[in-house]
């Protein structure tokens, strides 16, 4: 099965910084990826999918992710963090029979 | 207008009991999940079903038991409940394998 890996548990920056999270991914095919966010006793809202194409791909909220299939990576970042970016992020990894796996997440803290 | 709604949102419940947690979506999608999240956030899929069928059963103790009247419900009925069953419970639905959350629904066995 596929699985998802998160590095960074938890990750720290100030506000107006830029962002990187890091997502590594196992998977024998081309995956379906995803990056989630998940603020404080809410459900998990999408950021950005990749499905095919362009490997850089925009979200919402001025995220971008970026896949790498040399390094299995899809990695999310934004140039200018901003307080209310304070949240738990998913990455997800998905097959084409919908089986969809989480990392364990990294939480980011935003310093004002 | 809700697309993935659960009820309860809160469940607090004694050990041993027998509880159920509703889920419904609006979107249209055949398959929907659901999601344990554990207290360090960790997601651990537990069940998908597409189209009424159980795709993904995920080594889940057989007390906990999901149900797909349709393909826009998926319920999960969980017996003698444990202390370890406290969690955050999320149901999802997707279409092209892009998912869409519930709000969750904490359940805290005591």
């Known amino acids: 099965a596929q699985s998802v890996t998160q590095p960074d548990i938890h990750i720290t920056v100030s506000e107006g910084a830029s962002l990187e999270l890091r997502c590594n991914y196992s998977?024998?095919?081309?995956?379906?990826l995803f990056w989630y966010v998940q603020s404080p006793g809410q459900g998990l809202q999408l950021l950005l999918k990749y499905f095919s194409g362009d490997t850089l791909v925009q979200g919402i909220k001025g995220f971008e992710a970026e896949f790498k299939r040399s390094q299995s990576s899809f990695n999310l970042r934004k140039p200018s963090v901003h307080w209310s970016d304070a949240a738990e992020y998913f990455c997800a990894v998905a097959t084409n029979n919908n089986d969809m796996r989480f990392g364990a997440g990294t939480r980011l803290t935003v310093k004002p | 207008d809700t697309a993935v709604s659960q009820t309860p949102k809160y469940l607090v419940t004694q050990m041993g009991n027998d509880k159920s947690i509703k889920c419904e979506q609006n979107?249209?999608?055949?398959?929907m999940y659901w999601y344990k999240q554990d207290s360090k956030k960790f997601l651990k899929i537990m069940f998908s079903y597409n189209n009424k069928e159980l795709i993904i059963n995920e080594t889940v103790p057989n007390r906990f038991s999901p149900k797909s009247p349709d393909k826009a419900h998926l319920n999960l009925h969980i017996n003698s409940l444990e202390l370890g069953d406290s969690a955050v419970y999320f149901c999802?639905?997707?279409?092209?394998?892009?998912?869409?959350f519930g709000q969750g629904t904490r359940l805290t066995v005591v």
């Open positions: 999802a639905s997707s279409k092209n394998t892009e998912a869409f």
């Open positions: 979107l249209g999608h055949d398959t």
């Open positions: 998977y024998g095919a081309t995956p379906y």
